[in-house]
């Protein structure tokens, strides 16, 4: 299955950071960020594009009653912010650190564009980068509007899977070490987080997964 949340085997970082360019790679700097850090907040100047070197990044929402809304969780190799690419003038979202070591490539979008406008081959990986976000977000949106809690929860496991799960030699199940909280989760497939509690203790019970903080285990017989 194609990742929706997640670009597993996309490293954006290794295809467009401006030190594979040597015009650039002189004057070029990496930002450090601890865990909870924000690179920027929502209403921010939207003149950069940040592409991860090395850690995860939150990028997420506040509800006008204070709920954060994660929208996505982001790690090495992937790029964020690239709406300035469009013309985005101000942030709609907050970029937030959720490693304890993460380190980005920030971009100004005028450097954005010399590449682009210098190089072919770069403006089309840019510009089809940004067609597979806007289409992964008609997928996501798809799914919150037309499919239960459920089934939006077992899709989603099974994303998870592809992203981040091996088999168990011994069992066959598929284990998935993941980056996510049980906040996280809810926010993603757009339910609570009791009632996703109820969901995965209810599949659990009915012996489909087993789960911890950071691990989930899908049993061979339910997969």
């Known amino acids: 299955m194609n990742s929706i949340w997640i670009f597993e085997d996309v490293n954006l970082f290794g295809m467009l950071c401006p030190h594979k360019f040597k015009e650039y790679k002189a004057c070029h700097d990496f930002d450090s960020y601890n865990k909870g850090d924000y690179i920027y907040f929502e209403e921010d100047s939207a ?13 997420g929402y506040y509800n006008e009653d204070g709920t954060e809304v994660v929208k996505a969780i982001l790690k090495k190799g992937e790029l964020f912010g690239e709406r300035a690419i469009l013309g985005q003038r101000t942030r709609q979202e907050f970029a937030q650190s959720i490693d304890s070591s993460t380190s980005i490539c920030p971009v100004g979008v005028d450097t954005m564009h010399e590449l682009m406008r210098s190089n072919r081959s770069f403006s089309f990986k840019i510009y089809k980068f940004i067609g597979f976000k806007f289409m992964k977000l008609e997928r996501r ?12 929860l077992m899709e989603f496991l099974q994303e998870l899977c592809t992203d981040y799960g091996y088999d168990c030699n011994q069992t066959g199940d598929h284990i998935i070490n993941h980056p996510y909280t049980q906040k996280d989760i809810a926010s ?19 012996r489909v997964i087993d789960f911890d903080r950071k691990q989930i285990r899908i049993y061979k017989t339910s997969a």
Do not use: A
């Open 188 to 206: 993603l497939i757009g339910v609570s987080r009791p009632t996703l509690n109820i969901l995965m203790n209810e599949l659990k019970e009915d």
């Open 47 to 59: 003149n950069k594009v940040f592409l991860i070197e090395d850690g995860k990044v939150k990028i």
């Open 141 to 152: 949106l798809q799914l919150l509007l037309f499919k239960d809690s459920k089934t939006r």
